[in-house]
DNA sequence: CGGTATCCTCTACGATACTG
DNA sequence: CAGTATCGTAGAGGATACCG
């Protein structure tokens, strides 16, 4: 609920986010239908990947997005980032169980995707 | 496996999509994830709904972002646009068998999103 | 009513180079 | 190896006005 004022170009005031609460599934859309936010989360589902890993696994994705939504994803509590010190370091990534309760409909909406060959 | 090649600003090439098929998922949310997107679907889950309804069911989406939404839905097969002759004129809109088939996910990803609350 | 047209802003994303 | 820093661009999205 909260609302914002900003000045624009021609000097004039506007009102932003004037009590518009977005329904759930919108929400969950921001959190998860970030560019590559679904596919780490569908590659993390097994076990713990590497940083590098995930990368290769992603192909086309730069290493700043997928810190950048890693970062996200840790920050909403549904990816636990793990470092192993040795030379050179190693660090992990893996679904905690909260991440995890979003693998049921993320892997029918993979089906589904396949399915219809969007 | 397209691949453009295109002239960024310091005069080198750079090429672009070589050989990156995203991952199913990824497709996925490119069609639903975007802004507005899922709420839209999910919103004409029941019954046709017109277009000034469903802008003010989405309370904060423009105008323009609604059109061209449908407008992506219905080019994707997701949703039927039907006009009915009158004045002044009515349009509604209603989810295509296949724009059903997207219902069970997006239903399980609304619960998902509400009891977790982010 | 159901859109278009226009303009503008902002941020998401990519490429690249560098660091502890 | 696992990032950060920097820079650039495209396009997504919002405000507003107008139209058949």
Redesign the pocket.
Known sequence: MKSTV?T???G?K???DACHEPCAIEKGMRLIG???TGSIIYHLKDEPV????L?RMLG??????I?????ELEAKGMVK?T??AQR??????QLTPFGQTALGFLEDMRKWSEQHDL
Chains 1, 2 share one sequence.
Do not use: E
Not at 50 to 53: C, I, L, M
Not at 67 to 71: E, G, P, S, V
Not at 88 to 93: E, G, L, N, S, W
């Open positions: 900003k624009v170009s021609n004039r506007k009102v932003i970030g560019k590559w590497r940083f590098n890993d990368c086309g994705a730069s290493k700043k997005m810190d950048q939504r890693l970062k980032r470092v192993i050179p370091v190693a660090v992990t990534y």
